[in-house]
Structures are given as C-alpha cells and as structure tokens.
C-alpha cells in the first residue's frame, strides 16, 4: 500500500509539471491552430537558462531563477512567432508548411542548446529539502513547491480567460479565428500575448522537469512532448481544463503504472492514452465545438 | 581519399532511396509522415536480426536468421511495411492532418525508447553490431574493398527502386495519389477509395524506408538508437524539399546536396579541441536552417514537379479549336457511354 | 402514401425513379438541417431541387452523394439501397456531383483532372502498375481519347496542359462539369451549378446540360435561379425548413401558396421579370 501511495505522490508531481506544460501547449494552439512540435525544445531551453542562472555563470536561488527564465523564454516566444512562425503561417494556406518549419525549429534548438551545452547531464542547485508527511504521501519541499506552483498558474489562467477582456477575446478567437476578426479582436496582438504565455509556460515546465527528474539534459523536452500531446488531445484541442484534466490522469496513470511495469516505460503509458483517446474520442473529453 | 569518397556516394544512394519513400508518402499524397526514420530503424534493425546468426555472444536480440543479400533486406523492408499499415490502420481513418502528424511523431518518440530500453528486442541502447557484410568473404573484400563493393551495390539497388517509383508515379496511381493530396473531398467524390490509396502509399514509402535502413546497418555493420533520434526524420524531409517534392529527379538533387554535402562532409573536417561534437551540432542546426530558407524562397525546390503533357498519353491531338460546331449530343452521348436501356419515353 | 409517390403517380410516370430518398434528417448540435427530407428523382429528366435559403438543400446533396451521413432515413440509387455509403462507393455506382465552389484538383493539368474522373481504371491496383504496364497503357490512351473530345466539347481544349488552379472561375465551373462527365454518370448531382457565374455563360451551361438529358443522364439540380429552372427542368422538388413541401412542375408551384409563403421575401416572382 505505501508503495501505492509513494506512486500517487510522484502521480502529483509529474501531473503539475505536465499540467503547466499541457495549458502552455493547449493555449498556442488553440489560438494558432497548428502545433508548435518545437515546444519540448522551449522547455530544454527555458530548463538550461535557468540552469545558467542558477548554477552555471550565476547562482540564483532556483525559483527566482526560474522566474526570470520563464520571462526571458516568454519573450523568445513572442520573438519566434514575429520572424518565423508567423510569416510562415500567413503566407500558406495549408498549415503543413508551418508545422514542417515547427519540426525544423525542434532540429535547430535542440543543436543550438547541444552546442552550447554538450550532452553532458546537468544538475541544477537546489536548497536542501525536508520531507513532509501529506497524509499517507511522502513528499520534498521542493515538489509541494512544484505542485504550488502548479495550482497558481492554474488559478491565473482560468481567472485571465473568464474574466479579463483579455480572456474573453482569447477564448473567442479559439472558437472561431475569422469570427473574432470581424468582431473587431485584434487578433495579431491576442497572438502575440498568446506567445509570451506560451514561451513562458514552457520555460517554467522544463524547469520544473528538471528539479523533480532530479537532472537536465538537451533532449529531455523533446522525449517528453508526446506525453504532452496525449495530455492536450485526451482534454480536448482548446479547452485549458481538459488539457488539465488530461495531465492529472497522465500523470497518475504513468507514474501507478511505473509500480507494477518497468519503469522505463511508464512514458510510454501515455502513448497508449493517446492512441486510444483517438480511436474512442477523438475531439477528447472537452472539446470546444468546431474544432474539428 | 577514394574510401572517403565512396562513403559520400553510399549516402548519396541511400538517402536517395528514403527520399523516394518520404516523396510518395508527402510530396506524393500529403501525408506528413514525421516518424519516417522509425520505419527507416525498422527495416535496419529487422535487416540486422535477419542476417546475424542465432545468439551472437554479447548481443541480445529476436530472431538471427543468418540469411543473405538480398533476402535479409527483404525482409527488413517488408517489416517497415508491416509497421505502416498497423498505424495507417489506427490512425489514418479519421484523423486531420495535425493529428496524424502528431501521433506519428509520438510513435517515433516512443518506439525510440521502446527499443532503447527492451534489450532483449534489438540489443537495447548498444544496438546491433558485428552485422555481416554482404559478399565481402566471398569477394575476399578489405573492409576498403567493401566500401567500395557496397556503395556501387547500393548505387544498383538504387536504380532498380527509381525505375519502379517511377512507373508508380506515373501511371493512374500516381496521379490519384496527387488527386488526393489536393482535394481528397473532390478525389473521393469521384469514385477514389481514399483511405485506400493512402494506405498503399504508406505502405510503398515504407518498403523504401526499410530497405534503405537495411542497406545502412548493412554498409556500418551496426545501428543503434544513437543513428535515429526524431530529428533525423527531418533531415530526409530536408532531402525532399531542397531537391523538389514530388519528383524523383529532385530527391536525387535533394540527396546530393543535403545529404552528402551539408550532412557528411564535415563529419570529415577536424575536432574542434575541447568542443566534440560541436562540428556536428551547428552542421545539423544549419540544415534545420537551410530547410526553412528554401521553404520560404522556394518552397517549390530546386527541380519543381513537372506536370505530364497530353503528348504522353498517346492519344491524337485534337484540331486546336473551340466546340460549338460539334454535336454535343452525340460528342456526350459517347463519352458518358450512355447504356441503350433508358425508357425512348422518358423525356427526349 | 408519401409526397413523393403522390407526385410520381400524379406526372404519370411508369419506371422506377433514378435517385429515391425516404425520411432523411440530419441534426447538427442539436439544430436540425434536414428534417423529413423525402423525394423521387425521375430517371432521364432534369430535376431541380429549389428551396429559400437554409433549407436544407446543400445538405441533402451531400447526403445523397455520401459526403455525410443521415441521422435516419434511407436513400436508393436505382434499386440499390446506398444508405450509410461513403462517397466514393457512391460514386463507383453512377451518382457523381459537382461542387457548389468548384473543386478543382489545382496541382494537376486540366486533361489530368478529367482522367482522375475515369472509372474503374486498372492503373489504380499496384499490382496492375507492376505486372501489366501494357494494359494500362492502352486505357491511358482510350481515356486520354475521351477526355479530349470532352475537353472540346466544354471549350476547354487549348488548357488541357495547364494546371487546373491557373483557371478562371468560369473555366474552374466548366471542368467541374466536364470532370463528372468524364465519370459515365447515371444521375449527376449540380449543386448550384449558375451560381456566380455571368449571364452569358449561365445559357452555355444550360445548353450543356440539356446536351446531358438529351445523352441519357438524369440530372438533379440545386438551383437558386429559378429563371434557369423555368427553362430547363423539367420536374421541381420545393425544400424548406428541411422538409420536402411540394413536388411537380414550377407553373403548378407558383399557385402553391405555401410554397410561395416559404420563399415569403425571396426572388419567386421577380424571377419571371428576369
């Protein structure tokens, strides 16, 4: 039973990072319609700068260095759809050619972070952490640090989208982009914030992979992104809480798994979750209607 | 000097292959396959457990059959075949484009780690080694010799998979295939079994895929999960869309000049001290570069697809003038092959 | 005894109907596009298929062609039911459509567009490309020979070489039309076959149509203009709100006062002025 129990406190920590990687993902692409497949790599980026910050040059305390990461990997984002994403997607009308140049993207940042990083694996400075007692659960500072920051980043988001304009004009342009251009939407600045929210997610979401994998290396983004995929496809292409909901049971389902299976599948758990959300549901859990 | 340069040629013919797979699948038929280097990693490791005696010391894996060329790499093409149509099953049938591309970019992630961590499989993260090379004894082939022996091989193998793709390309597959790359609504309202059709064109990009993979481990002697990371699906896609989607003779521009230049020939340029692998970093950052350049300034490539004239088709051209003077009735009425069993009643 | 066997017994036809459809809705979110959709197509004529705006007409075209599927009801080709088929086996079976904006297959010439068209080529099975090039190469050429006369006949000779997306809009309408030809049709489905296009070419296409009805093809038409439906149908199904509300010839329906209640607003008379 305790083993159970450990299983559901890593279920925890894995669902928060996914979670915050989830609404990042689900975010820009119900705003863009098209999948940004670099996104596992602004994770590894945002998880080496913070690494740079943090116990390369300087030696920031972690959160604080996962703030400024997180800003600085919002702006990249911004500075990603100006001159490349965006271009690209006004230009073609089939969206083929901007996912091909999102793929493209993934293959130059993860050799740009190589080249700057080597393969070596990583480590980033963390202050020592006591182990607190949650009920049957058993978990470090660190990680009820993680699923705090979670749980904020949630609650912003879900009060952003329901109740500033700004919300309500993002929420609107997920629906039906050439609706709300008519509407009168700015829909490039919408993008753009869009973006910044996105990068910045990103950023936290690699970062915080990084403290509860317990290391950092180039790739770890770039493996994990299926897992995200599965997570916004079973919640539902543009609904925030069904990529939510999708990470929480990820989460759980890969790290109860890992109890019983090798662990060194239990990613590929989510696979599974993936293939089947396909076949039995395929516009997920909480699809918004037209997204088709 | 010379091995060097056979090397180069090897690849050159290789990777001339997998683009005329990834041709038929995207620039073919629209399909944004983005684990095509698993398919490639299929057909290399099935090539391997093929040809490798049963319970090589050292290695683990399934099979070792011990077979020759070009059975051995048969079977690795027929394997990535086999693999194509279990996912066309799945996820073809209602998935939009983004979707699929998702989902098959997540099988090559996954199948990585699959075969990475199930050592019994394929040897695990160590991977295949120690794979036979195909009538070197015979010959009484160097390892040089060899180089040689197999890049002219491959350079055969090469021309035989051209000249079937093209007979592929240009017969009414082919052209279905592109009908449904550009309106599978309208394709399918003209009688086209669209799912089927994508079907065999993931299925015959595959077979190409697995033989090339099983020409690679073969030239090597091993593969392992190092030569496969995602991205290198990319690199084949860079192939396509430098040279040209669509057309075979672009793949072979395409091949030369992303494949063999951009990619290997600094593999032969010097270590930069106290940076390994640095070299080959921005060599691969440079090609995810170079790919978006050409999409933008060309996304056509560098040898355009070129559309079949009427000459082609044989039939006699026609007086270069507009109807109105012919009977449309009749002219209809024999194209249409009206049958003779309408009621003369029914409003004439 | 249903609308439509009430009409088909009425205009004294004998033969069974060409294209037949019972009881059809279709709900999207809980909004009901069709609704009881029920008619005859008599074989040989040129139906029209008229109805006010959002009544349901598109949807029963793309019903009837396979391009979605019905909540309920069933529908007949000939005596072949084809409820629940896909397009493409629909199409196999002799029921081909144009579409309302035209579908052109851009990255292929014109004369390419047209031999996709044709039916049951054996250069479509890999194994028939591999084994037998000499088979496939006599139907290229007999389909090619086809295809060019087609091509003459629709004045679209001169641009059987050019891509099909270089078209005007015109051209585009007129090789959606010569490309469902080109299928050997038994019904053609037109969804709105005038629709923008000018004056002078809308009395081209009528004639081509008629040039349809006169080769034994049995047409069924969507159609808006009902100036061109005076002139060429010879059999009207009035749709609205999703239900079939009359059938016969349009004389007849422009006394009908709930059809005229139905277009209440929209071009039934002022038509006549045209």
């Known amino acids: ?292 | 000097m010379t091995y060097y340069i056979f090397t180069l040629v090897f690849f050159l013919f290789d990777y001339f292959i997998l683009a005329m797979g990834l041709n038929i699948q995207y620039g073919i038929t629209g399909l944004l396959n983005f684990a095509y280097i698993g398919f490639v990693a299929i057909g290399a490791y099935v090539t391997g457990v093929a040809s490798l005696p049963a319970n090589v010391a050292g290695q683990h894996y399934i099979l070792g059959l011990g077979l020759p060329f070009p059975l051995n790499t048969l079977m690795g093409g027929l394997a990535a075949m086999a693999l194509a149509v279990l996912v066309a099953l799945i996820t073809l049938r209602r998935l939009r484009t983004d979707y699929l591309a998702i989902v098959l970019i997540s099988l090559s992630l996954v199948l990585y780690d699959f075969c990475n961590n199930y050592v019994s499989l394929f040897n695990g993260a160590d991977g295949l080694y120690n794979v036979p090379a195909p009538f070197a004894k015979t010959l009484g082939l160097g390892v040089n010799g060899f180089i040689i022996f197999f890049a002219c091989l491959t350079g055969v193998v090469a021309l035989i998979m051209w000249f079937v793709m093209h007979r592929i390309l240009r017969a009414p597959l082919g052209r279905s295939l592109r009908a449904i790359r550009d309106d599978h609504v309208a394709s399918a309202a003209l009688g086209k079994d669209t799912f089927r059709m994508q079907l065999k064109s993931m299925m015959i990009g595959s077979f190409f895929a697995g033989i090339g993979g099983g020409l690679l481990i073969q030239f090597g002697g091993s593969f392992n999960p190092t030569a496969w990371l995602p991205g290198e699906t990319f690199v084949v896609f860079a192939v396509l869309i430098v040279g040209g989607a669509g057309n075979n003779i672009g793949m072979f521009v395409g091949a030369l000049l992303v494949e063999t230049l951009l990619v290997h020939l600094p593999a032969f340029l010097p270590e930069i001290p106290g940076h390994p692998g640095l070299i080959e970093y921005i060599d691969l950052a440079l090609v995810g570069i170079v790919l978006m350049l050409m999409l933008w300034f060309r996304p056509q490539g560098i040898v355009p697809e070129r559309l079949r004239r009427t000459a082609s088709f044989g039939a006699p051209e026609r007086p270069d003038e507009d109807a109105g003077r012919l009977d449309q009735t009749a002219a209809i009425a024999a194209a249409v092959g009206a049958e003779a069993d309408h009621d003369p009643g029914s409003g004439r | 005894m249903s609308v439509a066997d009430a009409a088909q017994s009425a205009a004294g036809t004998a033969m069974s109907p060409a294209l037949r459809c019972a009881g059809i809705t279709k709900a999207f979110q809980g909004v009901h596009a069709v609704n009881g959709a029920e008619f005859d197509v008599p074989e040989g004529q040129i139906t029209a298929l008229i109805g006010p705006n959002g009544a349901g007409k598109t949807t029963v075209v793309n019903i009837l062609s396979g391009a979605m599927k019905s909540d309920h009801g069933r529908m007949y080709l000939g005596e072949t039911e084809t409820t629940g088929w896909p397009s493409y086996k629909i199409a196999r079976h002799g029921l081909l459509r144009t579409f309302q904006l035209s579908r052109e297959l851009g990255g292929l010439t014109v004369l390419e567009n047209l031999l996709t068209a044709a039916p049951n080529q054996a250069g479509d099975s890999l194994v028939n490309v591999l084994l037998r090039p000499g088979v496939i190469r006599r139907q290229e050429r007999e389909n090619a020979e086809r295809a060019l006369q087609l091509l003459e006949v629709y004045g679209l000779y001169r641009h059987r070489d050019t891509p099909a997306r270089e078209l005007s809009g015109g051209q585009k309408k007129l090789l959606e039309i010569a490309r469902a030809v080109m299928g050997s049709p038994k019904v053609l489905l037109l969804d709105e076959p005038m629709a923008g296009v000018n004056p002078a070419l809308i009395d081209v296409l009528g004639g081509y149509i008629l040039a349809l009805k006169a080769a034994g093809v049995t047409v069924l038409m969507v159609e808006h203009n009902l100036n061109v439906v005076e002139r060429i149908c010879d059999y009207v199904i009035v749709l609205a709100e999703g239900r079939t509300l009359a059938t016969g010839r349009l004389s007849e329906l422009r006394q009908n006062t709930e059809v005229v209640k139905a277009y209440l607003g929209e071009v039934m008379d002022v038509s006549a002025a045209n």
């Not at chain 1, 753009?192 to 990084?210: E, M």
């Open chain 1, 1 to 292: 039973m305790t083993l159970l129990w450990l299983s559901v406190g890593f279920g925890l920590v894995t669902s928060s990072v996914l979670a915050i990687a989830a609404i990042g993902l689900s975010l820009q692409f119900g705003i863009t319609n098209y999948v940004n497949f670099a996104y596992g790599d602004f994770m590894a980026l945002g998880a080496f700068f913070t690494y740079f910050l943090n116990n390369e040059v300087f030696h920031i305390n972690i959160w604080i260095a996962l703030a400024i990461a997180a800003l600085a990997m919002g702006g990249f984002g911004v500075l990603i759809n100006q001159l490349l994403l965006g271009p690209f997607a006004r230009r073609f009308h089939s969206t083929h050619y901007v996912l091909i140049v999102t793929f493209g993207l993934s293959l130059v940042m993860l050799n740009v972070i190589y080249s700057f990083w080597g393969a070596d694996v990583r480590f980033y400075l963390l202050p020592e952490g006591t182990a607190h007692h949650v009920g049957p659960m058993l978990l470090t500072t660190n990680q009820l640090i993680v699923m705090g920051i979670a749980v904020a980043l949630l609650a912003a988001v879900h009060a952003t989208l329901k109740t500033t304009r700004l919300g309500k004009s993002m929420r609107a342009m997920s629906d039906n982009t050439s609706l709300a251009m008519t509407s009168g939407i700015d829909t490039r600045r919408i993008t753009t914030i869009t973006w910044f929210l996105s990068g910045a997610l990103a950023g936290i979401a690699g970062t915080v992979l990084g403290i509860s994998e317990g290391n950092l290396t180039p790739a770890a983004g770039e493996l994990f992104l299926f897992v995200i995929f599965a997570a916004v496809i079973m919640g539902g292409i543009g609904s925030i809480y069904g990529a939510v909901a999708g990470a929480v049971f990820i989460g759980m389902a890969t790290e109860i798994s890992a109890a019983y299976i090798n662990p060194a599948y239990k990613l590929d758990i989510a696979f599974v979750v993936l293939i089947l959300t396909l076949l039995i549901r395929p516009n997920g859990l909480f699809a918004r209607p037209g997204t088709t």
